[in-house]
T-cell receptor
Framework: AQTVTQSQPEMSVQEAETVTLSCTYDTSENNYYLFWYKQPPSRQMILVIRQEAYKQQNATENRFSVNFQKAAKSFSLKISDSQLGDTAMYFCAFMKLEDMRFGAGTRLTVKP | NAGVMQNPRHLVRRRGQEARLRCSPMKGHSHVYWYRQLPEEGLKFMVYLQKENIIDESGMPKERFSAEFPKEGPSILRIQQVVRGDSAAYFC??????????????FGEGSWLTVV
């Protein structure tokens, strides 16, 4: 089974600054998807960004971007111009076909 | 287009009772996943189902837990003889199950089970 590791249980960043959340995964597969989900205090799971493993170009969604290093099996999330509303748990996820597995999460706090 | 619907949102059960959590996938989705989130922890995979078929239940406890996704109606996660350790948020997610054709999993808002 695939494993996903998020080595930073908690992080904090000043408003308007940039922060990077780390994620590594272990798989023998070549084709798969990677995701970052955000879980705010409301506990909803909100899709932030998605990356297809066969694409070399890093995915970007407004202030959110990823650094996907396939050989290193690394998938970090960069949040630029952090906002107070970005305060949440962030989960990295790996998906092969329809099987999705999550990391343990990183609690991000954006400070005013 | 309604999202993934879970009910009840909150459920309180006494030890030894049964808990039933329901999940209606997004329209057009034929694959359902159940995840459990214990307090202050990440999501743990429990089971993955297609209509009338369990694909992967490797994350499901061997006893007291069962899941189904009938041809008609919602997916049901059933917990028999609940214990305090079952208190958690249970998230359902659904997808089209189309492999690499742009598949994305969408989550419901979760069902919070409290065992007293």
């Amino acid at each position: 089974a695939q494993t996903v590791t998020q080595s930073q249980p908690e992080m904090s960043v000043q408003e308007a600054e940039t922060v990077t959340l780390s994620c590594t995964y272990d798989t023998s597969e070549n084709n798969y998807y990677l995701f970052w989900y955000k879980q705010p205090p409301s506990r909803q799971m909100i899709l932030v960004i998605r990356q297809e493993a066969y694409k070399q170009q890093n995915a970007t969604e407004n202030r959110f971007s990823v650094n996907f290093q396939k050989a290193a099996k690394s998938f970090s999330l960069k949040i630029s111009d952090s906002q107070l509303g970005d305060t949440a748990m962030y989960f990295c996820a790996f998906m092969k076909l329809e099987d999705m597995r999550f990391g343990a999460g990183t609690r991000l706090t954006v400070k005013p | 287009n309604a999202g993934v619907m879970q009910n009840p949102r909150h459920l309180v059960r006494r030890r030894g009772q049964e808990a039933r959590l329901r999940c209606s996938p997004m329209k057009g989705h034929s694959h359902v996943y159940w995840y459990r989130q214990l307090p202050e922890e990440g999501l743990k995979f429990m089971v993955y189902l297609q209509k009338e078929n369990i694909i992967d239940e490797s994350g499901m406890p061997k006893e007291r837990f069962s899941a189904e996704f009938p041809k008609e109606g919602p997916s049901i996660l059933r917990i028999q003889q609940v214990v305090r350790g079952d208190s958690a948020a249970y998230f359902c997610a659904s997808s089209t199950g189309q492999g690499f054709s742009g598949n994305t999993i969408y989550f419901g808002e979760g069902s919070w089970l409290t065992v007293v």
